[in-house]
């Protein structure tokens, strides 16, 4: 079993940039395939970008392509969101998430197995 616990999250202005970081612990890091999900108010959380286990397959949602980048850092066991050019819309919780059954990058919600607490980024316009 992993745990995940996200930060990185905060208040920018529309165009900013920020990184999102999530610390895996309790399992071995490269196990597990990893991903972004978000969730704004009164909405479903939404599948943002996924990286497998191997690091060879990086997924991204069309409404993030060439602005957000999915890396990890199996080191530190750490996965990294950077995201450019933010958008008010893009105002959500954050959540890192882990899956330990596929090879490739999954995109439901039900296909991970593991959730982090998630971390608040707002996005002014």
């Given amino acids: 079993q992993v745990q995940l616990v996200e930060s ?3 208040l920018v202005q529309a165009g900013d940039s920020l ?3 999530c610390v ?3 399992d071995t890091f490269t196990r597990y395939g990893l991903a972004w999900f978000r969730q704004a108010p009164g909405k479903e959380r939404q599948f943002v970008a996924g990286i497998n286990r191997g690091a060879t397959l990086k997924i991204y949602d069309d409404s ?3 602005r957000v980048s999915i ?4 080191a530190k066991n750490t996965v990294y969101l950077q ?3 933010l958008k008010p819309e ?3 919780v954050y959540y890192c998430a882990a899956d330990y059954r596929y090879s490739h990058v999954p995109s439901e919600i039900y296909q991970y197995d593991y959730w982090g607490q998630g971390t608040q980024v707002t996005v002014s316009s």
């Fill in 71 to 74: 890396s990890k850092d199996n």
């Fill in 83 to 85: 995201m450019n050019s």
């Fill in 90 to 92: 893009e105002t959500a």
């Fill in 19 to 21: 990184r999102l970081s």
């Fill in 24 to 26: 895996a612990s309790g």
């Fill in 64 to 66: 993030v392509q060439g």
């Fill in 8 to 10: 990185g999250g905060g």
